[in-house]
T-cell receptor, first 117, second 117 residues
Framework: AQKITQTQPGMFVQEKEAVTLDCTYD???????LFWYKQPSSGEMIFLIY??????QNATEGRYSLNFQKARKSANLVISASQLGDSAMYFC??????????????FGTGTSLTVIP | GAVVSQHPSRVICKSGTSVKIECRSL??????MFWYRQFPKQSLMLMAT?????????EQGVEKDKFLINHASLTLSTLTVTSAHPEDSSFYIC?????????????FGPGTRLTVL
């Protein structure tokens, strides 16, 4: 089974509007972390936001927020007030074993976001 | 934030030659580094986990004799693609964890684009 599922291969959003990128995950480990990364055409992976499985509140980082619904195993990324520079690939990732060393990241297949002027 | 560098950023080589890619943590010590491969418009696929001073752990389906990994110091891991062929052309990304840092921190290098002619 896929550890991370992103069902939106491509998304379009009007500049200054908000957009939600979907991510669901699968794990039996009660301790895990969820991450979102942005990958522009240059290829670098830019960390956006992190949510721990025990965190009570949804994570927020500037215009980014993570809508964490633990029972549904979803961790959707919300980008508010989209900007042209937000156009990029977005990857959801999970790491199991909160606090344990060496555990790998599992990445979703990504969502290509295009911001329309 | 912490910085991970990769060298070279881009390399073109002839089929049958070997290529070495370096991954360095510039301002922190990394006992564990990860090597990923990303084909165009696809997700990052973990190739191997590199542990300082010990043998790398390879993911299923990754040929350890073809992709040689050496993690000789706490700040440097190298990936050598031996006898490269056109199908090895890909984007290779490393990531590193700060040994003394938070569990949720993992820093990615800018990637190396390998083209085998």
């Amino acid at each position: 089974a896929q550890k991370i599922t992103q069902t939106q291969p491509g998304m379009f959003v009007q500049e200054k509007e908000a957009v939600t990128l979907d991510c669901t995950y699968d794990t039996s480990d009660p301790s895990y972390g969820l991450f979102w990364y942005k990958q522009p055409s240059s290829g670098e992976m830019i960390f956006l936001i992190y949510q721990g499985s025990y965190d009570q509140q949804n994570a927020t980082e500037g215009r980014y927020s993570l809508n964490f619904q633990k029972a549904r195993k979803s961790a959707n990324l919300v980008i508010s007030a989209s900007q042209l520079g937000d156009s990029a690939m977005y990857f959801c990732a999970m790491r199991e074993g909160l606090g344990r060393t060496g555990n790998q990241f599992y990445f979703g297949t990504g969502t290509s976001l295009t911001v329309i002027p | 934030g912490a910085v991970v560098s990769q060298h070279p950023s881009r390399v073109i080589c002839k089929s049958g030659t070997s290529v070495k890619i370096e991954c360095r943590s510039l301002d922190f010590q990394a006992t564990t580094m990860f090597w990923y491969r990303q084909f165009p418009k696809q997700s990052l696929m973990l190739m191997a986990t590199s542990n300082e001073g010990s043998k790398a752990t390879y993911e299923q389906g990754v040929e350890k004799d073809k992709f040689l990994i050496n993690h000789a110091s706490l700040t440097l891991s190298t990936l050598t693609v031996t006898s490269a062929h056109p199908e090895d052309s890909s984007f290779y990304i490393c990531s590193a964890r700060d040994s003394g840092g938070a569990w949720n921190e993992q820093f990615f290098g800018p990637g190396t684009r390998l083209t085998v002619l």
